[in-house]
Each structure stands twice: as C-alpha cells, then as structure tokens.
C-alpha cells in the first residue's frame, strides 16, 4: 500500500508539475502576445505616413459641418485616402488641434496625415471641387500650379494664363479697378525683378471660369476676391509701416512655413526679428521658389543661389510674394506674436508639425539636429509622393495633348 501511494504520490506532483507548465506556458505566451500588440498599436499610432506614397489619385471628401475628428478619421477612412484612423486621432490630439473645416477636399491615398490635417485646419471649399465648371486655388499655391490646373481643367492654356498675369496693360486696368491694392508693387525697388506680377494677388478661393470670356475675366476674379478681402486691411497696413506688396510677401512665406494660426503668428514675429536685425530672412519657401523646385530638403549648393528670390542669400523682402496667401496668413503678420522672446531661428518636426523656435544659432542647431534624421526621413517620403504626382500629371498631359 505504501508503495502504491508512493507511486501515485509521484504521479500526481508529475502531473502537477506538467501542468503548472503548460499554464505558464500559456501565461508567458500570452505576456508576450499581448506585450507584441501593445507595440504594434503604439507603432501604429504614431506612424503618419501615407497609405500609399506611390498613388496618384485624387479623392473628393466632404466634411460635413460639425463633425468631430473622430467622424472626420471615419470619412477619410471611408474615402480610402487614410492608413490609419488611431493615428490621425493620435495626431489630432497630441498636437491639440481643434480647428479643422468643413468642405470639400481633394485628398490622395498619398498624402501624410500631416497634409491632411494642414488643408483642413485651413478649410475646404464650399463647393464641389470635382465640378467641371470650377476651378480652386488654395492657400500657398503659386501662380506656376494655378496655371497648370488652369489648363487641366478648362479650356484655357498654361501659356495664355502665365502671359495674362505678366501683361503690362492688364496690370494697369486692375491697378485702377482696385485701388490700393497693387500700388506698392509698382513703387518696389525690385520690381524688375519680379517673376509673375499678379503673385500674391490671386484669392485662395473657388471660381466658375464658365463665368468668364477669356483667361483675363478668369484672373479678374481671382483678383477682386483679393481686393474684397484685403481692403479692409488696409489701415492695418498702413500703421504697420509696410506696403501691401511687402505684407503680402512676409504672407505668402508665413502662408507655407506655418500649420495654423498660433504657428503662423510666431514665424511673422521670428521675421519681424530678423529684419530688424538686417539678418535674411532664411525662409526654405523663399529658396524654393528662387529654383522653382518643391522638394522638402534643401541642400547647401541650393542656399547658395544667386536667384534674387533666395532669401538665405539676400536680405529684405526679395521681389516679392512668393505664392497667394490666405487672409488668416496676412493677419498673422499684421498681428505677430512673442516678438518680445527674441526668437530669430525656427525649426518645424515634419513629422508632427511641432514647431521649436530660438533666440541664438547655437540652440538652434541643437535643436535642428535632434530632428534631422527624422525631418529627413519624412522629406524623402513627401518627394516621393510628389514625383509620383508629378508624374501622373506629365501622363494625363500627354494623353490629353494626343486627343
């Protein structure tokens, strides 16, 4: 009896034991499971990328009025213009933005969640910008880009719109429809030197060119709107000490460097900075368009350019602006913020949109240092996208060229 009750005693502790191995087995490995999802749902989270970098689509959305962001992450979602809705909320909330817009938007499967946030905190059109008898131009966007949609969508040309902006007699006729308004580009001391007369001058808006006779009713409209809007600025300009084409100009620079209304107000104050200072104004969108490239990272031959619009070359103001600006963009350089920090250098996170400014070179390269690896990793993604944009337009040319 002692014997068997050994015996039985040591396979009971044995299966014991096999099973308490079995369950930590099971324990161990669902840690690790669970351990594995954690990271996977953080790395998610934080991944802002595109959901296909390589498309070359373009998708109408519409946000409705009053849609929070998590309907607003539904829509794109819906659209499939978006990767992933975690990291859209994730950004929208960690970067504290509550200010985005209803409208229509073109997004594409290629655009960051960075892009996507920045067109909506600046609003879309009320308007359905798939309607063949529209045309948008949107904030920042240069006279060069307006012309090509300008061909791609009506039945007027690249060169017939270009040559408009630039005809000495039209100019004339819109400088005494809308007084005040182009005056001060005439008086510049660089006025030889600029390349599109009517950049800065054109509205961020959506037109019916239907509407119009020929390409200069076209750009009339676009140049109204400006008046419209700008006039009421006016005395805020005067008592600024600057000219509507200088406003315009620090604008259009604060239009791109900037992701919202805070942001913006703080690099017109950095620029304020810096002309107080005789420093250049340093700005990567003045040195962009001076090459008339759209590459995110620029290199130190780039800088170095000779063009008069290079504004890491030149002090001042350059020619002039540098794409059409959006009022909200003309008000934050009439209203600069924390220019009593002493802040004279600015660097952006490409990849939240963050912004870190300094008051002395040192902390600045500190600063620009911390963020290049990643700003250069988000750069390289972003001329990826464009390229294949690019592309995808130079084909759809060609082939509507060959009708």
Known sequence: MDDLSRLNGKKSRKGLWITLGVVAVLLLGGAGYGGYQYYTIQKDKTDYSALNA?????????????????????????????RSERAFMNYVLTNNVSDMK??????????TVQEMVKSLRQGGSAYPLNNKETITVREGETISNIANEVAAKT???????????NDDAFFKRLQAAYPGLLDSETTSDQKDQIRYKLEG?????????????????????????DYTQL?????????????????LTLASLVEREGIDEDS??????????????KMPLQSDIATKYALDTDKTNLSNEDVKSDNPYNLYKFSGYGPGPFNNPSLQSIQAVLNPKDRDKGYLYFVANLKTGKVFYSKDYDEHLGKSGDLESTNELVGNAADSSNAAKKSSNTTTSSATSSK
């Open 264 to 277: 913006r107000r703080t690099i017109a104050g950095v620029f304020e900075n810096r002309l107080d200072v």
């Open 54 to 82: 390589k498309s070359k689509k373009d998708v109408q959305v519409q946000i409705k009025a009053g849609s929070d962001s998590a309907t607003i992450a539904k829509d794109l979602d819906k659209a499939k213009v978006l």
């Open 231 to 247: 006039k009421g600025q006016f005395d805020a300009i005067k008592k600024s000490g600057k000219t509507v084409h200088q406003v």
């Open 102 to 111: 209803a409208g229509y938007y073109l997004f594409s499967p290629s655009d």
């Open 201 to 225: 001058y054109l509205y961020p808006a959506t037109y019916n060119w239907k509407d119009a006779k020929n390409v200069n009713e076209l750009i009339n409209q676009m140049v109204y709107q």
């Open 155 to 165: 039945h007027f040309t690249r060169d017939e719109f270009l040559k408009a902006v």
